[in-house]
């Protein structure tokens, strides 16, 4: 006992330093770890969002491009304004507001859309007995198989003036000239409930199927009716999915490209396709990029604003 | 019935299967019970015989197949849970996590659409009566088990109903607070007076609580009376195993007068024992005796059974002794403890005496 009692002591008081040099050398080694996640979050993420503030503060190229280096803010003056070519009076850019009063428009709309019908859908699966879940779960996630462009231009099949819509209800008796659907605003809006609509009914499932069934029991035995069950019990419970269901599909309409693309033609643009204009055809890479960024910012402030609104709600009732 | 004022639910002739065609399972065959108002009722059973459909069947969960729900004479057998002046306390407790305790106990009542200052001094009385005043802005994640009951009782009381249904609410406590909450219903209904109907698969719950329990086997209840009637002369052999600790004895019935039988037992030895109500079954009989019901004296008398004594079981209070009769059967004879060790040794000869009318008869 005695001999071995001094090492012990020594090693007793160097033992803060030691854990600090461990601490230390712990600290580079999570630094080192975590080194590949940083590189491809720089390189994929923040990187071309510099790249793009950049660019929205440059003069842009004669033949698309920006000139390096020239700084300018037309990009950002045109986001919204516009400046007539014979006496110099700057206006609001109407175009460009409608095409974000729009695409504000039609993807809140499509959220809205999609929520009902994807919250009915969601419910109707979590209350399957377990092994036909499955199978209803499959059947939503079937269109994700087929590529986005297919999958529009089935739409199109569908709704344009000979399509199937239209030869049923002439058919039928209903209507007698062909319903015009093709490029209107309505057209979007169908062809964007069709493609994000599972984008909804996941995170709607994935929080009813977690929903404890015997609590609805309990708000029937306390004398809630069934709307009183949904407003009081379901609705409070599956907010998680309610939140993560109405920001997957919102944020990807007010980008939408290709579905008013192919829907809504060269009328009815969106963001999206203004952006792509402005890059494309355009030649105004600074206004593409200072839209792109807008556009950015403008979810970012819909998120908060949505997710702050959602927890107070959360809060008033729990 | 002359006593139809004082019925707070009968279940007529309810039958409830489940599934369809071969694979339909029935879950309650032409089950018929009276609970009283202002009772302590207990569904007593073994488990999958049928206790929880029966409260769900009064709670409007589950519809019957056939049959009728009657409270206070009314039929409500196609109501809504929440038209049903019933409320239930669940196995799980089910409180909403999303509420506080204070909000839980409200919900009833909003959803009742009562006034807010009378909300507010209900949930205050109830929390009150289960003692959880301090907890009341809790979330129901943060307490603990037994407090958890308690809101859920409060909860379940707070809409004054007419009948409180009680699925296993202690099973999932343990022991000590399982006798403390024992305790507290008893007073709760006490105080409320309101008609429990209280659902346990466990006999001492059953019999210490009970003003009367009905004892269900196999989607049937076996019988139903007092915890004295139910202990002392249950009606057929389920029950007197089910409850407590029992002696079978067979024996064929000699003479049989008002309520009692003269019993000769395959053993030898000829007693008196009290018919089941209702018919009296001819012949060849069983004969059940409570342990606590038989004394054991020395070898020599002549009016008891005689053995071999086996073994002796010390466990505080009373102690229990083994006696392998001359039949090859055990007998088990239990004795309160007094001073001093017991006079009998393991592997002496033995007779049981069956002290006069505590023996048994009943059905197969
Ligand atoms: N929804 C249902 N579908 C099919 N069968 C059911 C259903 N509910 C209950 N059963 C069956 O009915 C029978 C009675 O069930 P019940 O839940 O009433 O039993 P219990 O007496 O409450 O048992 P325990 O003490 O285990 O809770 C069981 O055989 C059970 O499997
Ligand atoms: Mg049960």
């Given at each position: ?318 | ?266 053993l030898g030895v000829t007693l008196k024992a009290t018919l089941p109500r209702g018919g009296l079954p001819r012949g060849r009989t069983t004969v059940v005796v409570r342990p606590e019901h038989a004394v054991l004296g020395p070898a020599g008398a002549d009016t008891g059974l005689s053995g071999i004594l086996e073994n002796i079981v010390y466990s505080g209070v009373d102690t229990q002794f083994h006696v392998r009769l001359a039949s090859g059967g055990l007998f088990l004879v239990r004795a309160q403890n007094s001073h001093g060790a017991p006079a009998q040794l393991p592997g002496e000869p033995v007779v049981v005496t069956i002290q006069d009318g505590a023996a048994q008869v009943v059905g197969d």
């Amino acid at each position: 006992m005695e001999p071995s009692a001094i090492p012990a002591l020594e090693a007793a008081v160097d033992a803060p330093r030691v854990a600090e040099h461990a601490a230390r050398r712990d600290l580079t080694g999570r630094w080192l770890l975590s080194a590949p996640a940083m590189i491809i979050i720089f390189f994929a993420a923040i990187g071309p969002l510099f790249v793009m503030l950049a660019y929205s503060f440059m003069a842009k190229g004669d033949y698309g491009d920006v000139k390096l280096g020239e700084f300018s803010l037309d990009g950002w003056f045109s986001v919204f304004l516009q400046r007539d070519i014979f006496d110099d009076t700057v206006t609001l850019a109407d175009a460009h507001l409608s095409i974000f009063w729009r695409s504000l428009k039609l993807s809140l709309v499509t959220t809205l859309v999609t929520l009902i019908l994807g919250f009915p859908t969601a419910y109707f699966i979590a209350t399957r007995p377990l092994r036909s879940r499955d199978v209803w779960l499959f059947l939503i996630t079937i269109p994700f198989w087929t590529n986005l462009l297919i999958r529009t231009f089935a739409m199109q099949q569908v709704i344009r003036n000979e399509g199937i819509l239209n030869s049923l209800l002439i058919a039928t008796g209903i209507i007698d000239q062909p319903l015009q659907i093709m490029f209107t605003d309505t057209a979007i809006l169908l062809g964007m409930v069709y493609v994000y609509l599972p984008l909804m009914v996941l995170p709607l499932y994935a929080s009813m199927e977690k929903l404890d069934f015997r609590l609805v029991e309990a708000g029937y035995d306390l004398y809630a009716g069934r709307l009183g069950v949904l407003r009081r019990i379901i609705i409070p419970l599956v907010r998680p999915g309610i939140v993560a269901g109405s920001i997957l599909v919102f944020i990807p309409s007010l980008g939408a490209y290709v579905i008013p693309r192919v829907l809504g033609g060269g009328k009815t643009m969106m963001l999206g396709n203004l952006i792509e204009l402005q890059f494309g055809g355009g030649r105004n890479w600074p206004l593409g990029a200072a839209i792109s960024i807008t556009l950015m910012i403008l979810v970012m402030v819909a998120l908060l604003f949505y997710v702050r609104n959602a927890s107070r709600l959360g809060a008033q009732h729990g | 019935m002359a006593e139809d004022k004082s019925v707070a639910v009968e279940a007529r002739g309810i039958t409830k299967s489940f599934g369809q065609g071969v694979a339909a399972l029935r879950a309650l065959d032409n089950v018929s019970v009276l609970v009283r108002e202002n009772e302590f009722f207990t569904l007593l059973g073994p488990s999958g015989c049928g206790k929880t459909t029966l409260l769900r069947l009064i709670a409007g969960f589950e519809f019957p197949t056939y049959g009728a729900i009657l409270l206070h004479g009314q039929d409500i057998a196609r109501l809504p849970p929440f038209r049903r002046p019933v409320n239930t306390v669940f196995q799980s407790y089910a409180l909403f996590p999303h509420l506080t305790v204070a909000q839980n106990v409200a919900f009833g009542l909003q959803m009742l659409g009562r006034p807010r200052a009378e909300t507010a001094a209900r949930v205050t009385a109830m929390l009150r009566l289960v003692q959880m005043e301090t907890l009341a802005n809790r979330r129901t994640d943060q307490i603990s088990g037994g407090q958890a009951q308690r809101v859920a009782l409060a909860r379940a009381l707070a809409p004054a109903p007419k009948v409180l249904l009680l699925d296993e609410p202690l099973s999932a406590l343990d022991y000590k607070l399982r006798k403390e909450m024992q305790i507290e219903l008893k007073r709760m209904q006490n105080e409320t007076g309101v008609t429990f109907i209280f659902v346990t698969h466990d006999q001492e719950e059953a019999l210490t609580m009970s003003d009367r329990l009905a004892v269900m086997s196999a989607g049937r209840i076996l019988q139903v009376g007092t915890p004295r009637e139910i202990y002392e002369h249950p009606a057929d052999r389920f029950v007197a195993n089910f409850i407590g600790e029992t002696n079978f004895l067979q024996g064929e019935i000699q003479a049989s007068g008002e309520g009692s039988a003269e019993v000769r037992l395959d053993l030898g030895v000829t007693l008196k024992a009290t018919l089941p109500r209702g018919g009296l079954p001819r012949g060849r009989t069983t004969v059940v005796v409570r342990p606590e019901h038989a004394v054991l004296g020395p070898a020599g008398a002549d009016t008891g059974l005689s053995g071999i004594l086996e073994n002796i079981v010390y466990s505080g209070v009373d102690t229990q002794f083994h006696v392998r009769l001359a039949s090859g059967g055990l007998f088990l004879v239990r004795a309160q403890n007094s001073h001093g060790a017991p006079a009998q040794l393991p592997g002496e000869p033995v007779v049981v005496t069956i002290q006069d009318g505590a023996a048994q008869v009943v059905g197969d």
